[in-house]
Antibody
Framework: QVQVVESGGGLVKPGGSLRLSCTASGFAFGDYYMSWIRQAPGKGLEWVASISSSGNILYDADSLRGRFTVSRDNAKNSVYLQMSSLRAEDTAVYYC???????????????WGQGTLVTVSS | SYVLTQPPSVSVAPGQTASITCGGNNIGSKSLHWYQQKPGQAPVLVVYDDSDRPSGIPDRFSGTNSGDTATLIIRRVEAGDEADYYCQVWDSSRDHHVFGPGTKVTVL
């Protein structure tokens, strides 16, 4: 079945770095945009970044630009989120999601992975 | 930046109809998507492109989008529909995805 599975979360100190991975299966990975979305404890959903099917187009949230970078390896059916200069407010569950579109004019997220928890604390 | 608004909570009795609104400036000109998130679980897409349902989503779930308001309608509400619901759009003017703040649906 179509699924995505995240990994790489954990406890990291403020100012530290972490790389999240997401491995997809059950669909033609190279045909889809992919995205990362996060959810702080008890809060709503916040879009983090998206990457086009070939990896040549990147979109990211203004507030995270310069610290978070999305990339992908279509040969490995994987997408990554490199996070640096982490802060306490980056503590959240990070979700990976396939990002279908209609002619690249609208995008949605389906399916989502189960999420990986990133905790930034000293 | 584009802003979506949702009521914090909606309460509904079993078997009745729940309507969850998502407001935004001329939101009817955008394609609107809805997600259901139950406690401790990942979000699930329930409606995309205003009114289409993914496979496996019951036809009790439907959506409309016009003017400044989009609405997710849940008919014949069941206890299992109790969850947080989020709306989402793609803001092409800024190449950003935008989520609404979420609505907690309580089944009485």
């Amino acid at each position: 079945q179509v699924q995505v599975v995240e990994s790489g979360g954990g406890l990291v100190k403020p100012g530290g770095s972490l790389r999240l991975s997401c491995t997809a299966s059950g669909f033609a990975f190279g045909d889809y945009y992919m995205s990362w979305i996060r959810q702080a404890p008890g809060k709503g959903l916040e879009w983090v970044a998206s990457i086009s099917s070939s990896g040549n187009i990147l979109y990211d949230a203004d507030s995270l630009r310069g610290r978070f970078t999305v990339s992908r390896d279509n040969a490995k059916n994987s997408v990554y989120l490199q996070m640096s200069s982490l802060r306490a407010e980056d503590t959240a569950v990070y979700y990976c999601a396939r990002t279908p579109s209609i002619a690249a004019k609208t995008f949605w997220f389906d399916p989502w992975g189960q999420g990986t928890l990133v905790t930034v604390s000293s | 930046s584009y802003v979506l608004t949702q009521p914090p909570s909606v309460s509904v009795a079993p078997g009745q109809t729940a309507s969850i609104t998502c407001g935004g400036n001329n939101i009817g000109s955008k394609s609107l998507h809805w997600y259901q998130q139950k406690p401790g679980q990942a979000p699930v897409l329930v409606v995309y492109d205003d009114s289409d349902r993914p496979s496996g989503i019951p036809d009790r779930f439907s959506g409309t989008n016009s003017g400044d308001t989009a609405t997710l309608i849940i008919r014949r509400v069941e206890a299992g529909d109790e969850a947080d619901y989020y709306c989402q759009v793609w803001d092409s003017s800024r190449d950003h995805h935008v989520f609404g703040p979420g609505t907690k649906v309580t089944v009485l």
